[in-house]
């Protein structure tokens, strides 16, 4: 069983930053997707970023493109969210989640594994 616990989340002004962290149990990484998305209520869950395990690729949402860096850290079985110049608009729930297999995906349907959630708000 694989879980998935994230971190970081908090209150933020606009124009700051947060590290997000999914710290990840129960298997090594070998060749898995992880991602992470976001919802508000009353909204969809977002994809916002995602990470291959193995070949480092790394993929972002329009909204959070050039704001945002997605990356892992083997030794730790850990992958961050870096969220910089952060709008009132990322305001939401963070989750992590992941997939098997190399093919990074935008859909929550084919990530099979989800954290609790973390909360991010960013005050304006």
């Known amino acids: 069983q694989v879980q998935l616990v994230e971190s970081g989340g908090g209150l933020v002004q606009a124009g700051g930053s947060l590290r997000l962290a999914c710290l990840v149990s129960g298997r090594t990484f070998g060749s898995y997707v992880m991602g992470w998305f976001r919802q508000v209520p009353g909204k969809e869950r977002e994809f916002v970023s995602a990470?291959?395990?193995?070949?480092?690729?790394?993929y972002y949402a329009d909204s959070v493109k050039g704001r945002f860096t997605i990356s892992a850290d083997n030794a730790k079985n850990t992958v961050y969210l870096q969220m910089n110049s952060l709008k009132p608009e990322d305001t939401a729930v963070y989750y992590c989640?992941?997939?098997?297999?190399?093919?990074?995906?935008?859909?929550?349907?084919?990530?099979?594994?989800w954290g609790q959630g973390t909360q991010v708000t960013v005050s304006s």
């Open positions: 989640a992941s997939r098997p297999g190399l093919g990074i995906s935008t859909m929550r349907a084919q990530y099979n594994y």
């Open positions: 990470i291959n395990w193995s070949a480092r690729t790394t």
